[in-house]
């Protein structure tokens, strides 16, 4: 199903609002890895978010989100409070890794795999 307008808007809020948050509470940089925020997906009804969080060089994966979700109050605490004039109820986070780059990673080696196993032959 398509994404609303209102859906994407407060998406986009999200995602902005949660990045400065993410900054200012020292959650970008976990374990010498960094993590970005890739994406905010909303319900329909406004009431669920799901943020997708891109971990660059992080050791331990399962220990980094689960320091985010430890301080997931803290970080819907200072969101409520900067977007409590935009929204009249703050969704319910929920915390995801964003693999699309690791999956983009495997699928060029298999392809320079497979161009290095198979040669083209120009006739």
Known sequence: MQEGKRQKQVGALLLQEMSDIFQRLG?????????SLTAVKVTPDLLEARVYLSLFKVKDVPAAMKKIEDRSWEIKKELAARVKHQLRRIPVISYFQDDT???????????????????????
């Open 27 to 35: 959650l970008g940089m976990i374990d010498g890895g960094l993590i």
């Open 101 to 123: 780059l690791e999956h983009a990673d495997r699928m060029e080696e298999l392809f320079r795999r497979l161009n290095s196993e198979n040669p083209k032959n120009d006739a």
